[in-house]
């Protein structure tokens, strides 16, 4: 018998694959049934992208239409350094702050608030942040308990729904630099980064389903399109 990464893909994989990333964003779990199936990552990669840029498709256009009637807001026109940034820090840097974390709270903490906190322009509130969300955790670890390490494990399991929606929407805020606006109508801006909260979660289930490195491809394919395709790239 061929490894699972060789083997022939079920006829309903494609469908099998749907329902599963449904279920998962029904009840987002960290569990051992969402273990990082490594079995056809190409097909199951492709998949995710081909379904994110449909929905992307589908939801930019009215949103863009909509963005052209509203006064004082707009996209911010690309930087010398845009594409560097798009098509390989993007991917990597993103990808590490946002969803590296989903299956490490303790990577969360050590890692991905220090990243943010070099990715982000007002570097100041979020280091403070970040210090605040360190020193609480460094207090709970010498003061806590026999045991309390293993409480605080089922506790994090059983609200990681919240977990994974934070960081997902975490990521869309992220690309609220994308635009720039003037007084009230920066308001409208949560609602046009639907598409980015559309493709973090299946980004986020792809990373969790077939590792980072599948979710910092698909990001980088995804950007390459959105940016070299020309109804997409504006």
């Known amino acids: 018998m061929p490894p699972a990464s060789q083997a022939q893909p079920r006829p309903d994989f494609v469908l099998a694959e749907l ?68 098509l390989l820090v993007a991917p990597l840097l993103e990808e590490l702050i946002f969803r590296a974390g989903l299956r490490s709270a303790r990577f969360t903490l050590g890692v991905g608030l220090p990243l943010l906190v070099f990715w982000a322009d007002d570097r100041w509130v979020l280091g403070t942040m970040a210090l605040a969300a360190l020193g609480a955790w460094l207090y709970k670890r010498l003061h806590s308990p026999p045991g309390a390490a293993f409480a605080r494990g089922r506790q994090y399991l ?17 690309h609220v630099t994308n635009f720039v606006t003037e007084g009230w109508s920066s308001l409208y801006v949560i609602g046009f980064l639907t598409p980015q909260w ?27 399109i959105l940016t070299f395709v020309p109804p997409l790239s504006g």
Do not use: K
């Open 19 to 86: 329902r599963a990333l449904l279920a998962f964003l029904a009840r987002p779990t960290r569990a051992r049934r969402l273990a990082r199936d490594r079995s056809h990552p190409v097909l199951r990669t492709g998949l995710m992208l081909l379904l994110t840029m449909a929905l992307v498709v589908l939801i930019s256009f009215p949103l863009d239409h909509y963005m052209s009637q509203v006064p004082g807001i707009s996209e911010r026109p690309p930087t010398r350094w845009f594409l560097v940034f798009a």
């Open 158 to 174: 059983r609200r990681y729904p919240w977990v994974f929606w934070t960081w997902t929407a975490g990521f869309a805020c992220a």
């Open 198 to 224: 559309m493709a973090g979660a299946i980004l986020s289930y792809l990373r969790l389903r077939q590792g980072l490195l599948a979710a910092m491809a698909m990001h980088g394919l995804y950007n390459a």
